[in-house]
């Protein structure tokens, strides 16, 4: 698991790097599908993992809204911010938090129980469907994608 964590993370900083070539208009621009835009969708997919890991550790998930952050170097500021928060207990997971659960509310109010490796797994699944999601939308404005491969990256 924490070898696909350290994938997303590779994967993530390629696409900030491919950001850099393409306007603010097309990285703003709202797209079919999706949480958006391309910009959007990378501070979707930094949030998310963030606010599920803070609240594995018992802290407050993050709120602000994007509009508050609706450039790349804010976007990537961020995603670096939350990547010094969460790496330490990425990297410090065992198998006994496995089977450890968290309580969340539901919008209806009530209880639901998840276990903690069923969250992590939710949160590298969540950030690799949205990456194909940007393969996509790069293809639109054509541009190539950041190369989604697991092999070649150095991480076994």
Not at 85 to 109: A, H, Y
Request: hydrophobic fraction near 40%.
């Amino acid at each position: 698991m924490l070898k696909l964590f350290e994938y997303n993370w590779q994967v993530r900083q390629d696409w900030f790097a491919w950001c850099q070539d393409v306007s603010e208009e097309e990285l703003l621009k709202k797209r079919t599908g999706g949480i958006g835009g391309i910009l959007h969708t990378l501070f979707h997919i930094a949030d998310v993992e963030f606010s599920w890991i803070s609240g594995l550790q018992g802290r407050p998930e993050f709120t602000e809204p994007f509009e508050h952050y609706a450039s790349l170097q804010k976007v990537t500021d961020l995603s670096a911010r939350f990547h010094e928060e969460v790496r330490p207990f990425v990297m410090s997971w065992t198998n006994e938090m496995e089977l450890k659960e968290l309580l969340e509310l539901s919008p209806q109010g009530e209880t639901v129980n998840f276990k903690y490796g069923e969250i992590m797994r939710h949160v590298i699944a969540h950030e690799i469907h949205h990456i194909g999601q940007l393969s996509v939308w790069s293809r639109e404005i054509g541009k190539d994608p950041v190369t989604a491969n697991l092999i070649r990256r150095g991480l076994f």
